[in-house]
T-cell receptor, first 115, second 113 residues
Framework: DVKVTQSSRYLVKRTGEKVFLECVQD?????MFWYRQDPGLGLRLIYF???????EKGDIPEGYSVSREKKERFSLILESASTNQTSMYLCASSRSFGIDLNTIYFGEGSWLTVV | AQSVTQLGSHVSVSEGALVLLRCNYSSSVPPYLFWYVQYPNQGLQLLLK??????LVKGINGFEAEFKKSETSFHLTKPSAHMSDAAEYFC???????????FGSGTRLQVQP
């Protein structure tokens, strides 16, 4: 089974802090994603990566950056956390070819509260 | 461009009743369509997917969905609801030219005893 692991399930950070959310997948997937989930808005794509050191902006990249130094690891960075970034963050991964290109596997999520 | 609309943010059914969760999509190219389920405090699990083979797709836990191109719909059904089906359900659309899925806003299913 695909395993996508998010290192922190629950975090509380102060406004202005730099925040790192870490994600690791064990299936050698090329694609990795960060989504944000908010009530009534569903999942919105922040950034994704299709290879080491490669990234593309999603629908809501403002206030976020990402890092992918190794294939299995994808980090989401909040340079200066703000209260409107309080949310559930979901990491995901997928293969890079064929029908499975679009089948995405998710981690359990990281609940971030910014106070 | 692609988008998903899920009609009804909350659906409540009685145990044993039919479950129907509605999803309409928009896509400029042939779509792949997905239903994911999220149990409380967990990530999303794949329930089923449509990838241009059979239009009636069967998934886990007795769920199925039918792709109707003329109606641009991919509604999720289950003949008889169980208490354990209570969760949030997300419809999503993708295609071969795009690596990321676009998700709907979700439907929370309540199952009453």
């Amino acid at each position: 089974d695909v395993k996508v692991t998010q290192s922190s399930r629950y975090l509380v950070k102060r406004t202005g802090e730099k925040v790192f959310l870490e994600c690791v997948q064990d299936m050698d997937h090329e694609n990795m994603f960060w989504y944000r989930q908010d009530p009534g808005l569903g999942l919105r794509l922040i950034y994704f990566s299709y290879d080491v050191k490669m990234k593309e902006k999603g629908d809501i990249p403002e206030g976020y950056s990402v890092s992918r130094e190794k294939k299995e690891r994808f980090s989401l960075i909040l340079e200066s956390a703000s209260t409107n970034q309080t949310s559930m963050y979901l990491c995901a991964s997928s293969r890079s070819f064929g029908i499975d290109l679009n089948t995405i596997y998710f981690g359990e999520g990281s609940w971030l509260t910014v106070v | 461009a692609q988008s998903v609309t899920q009609l009804g943010s909350h659906v409540s059914v009685s145990e044993g009743a039919l479950v129907l969760l509605r999803c309409n999509y928009s896509s400029s190219v042939p779509p792949y369509l997905f239903w994911y389920v999220q149990y409380p405090n967990q990530g999303l699990q794949l329930l089923l997917k449509y990838t241009s083979a059979a239009t009636l797709v069967k998934g886990i836990n007795g769920f199925e969905a039918e792709f109707k191109k003329s109606e641009t719909s991919f509604h999720l059904t289950k003949p008889s609801a169980h208490m354990s089906d209570a969760a949030e359900y997300f419809c999503a659309v993708g295609n071969t030219g795009r690596r990321a899925l676009t998700f709907g806003s979700g439907t929370r299913l309540q199952v009453q005893p």
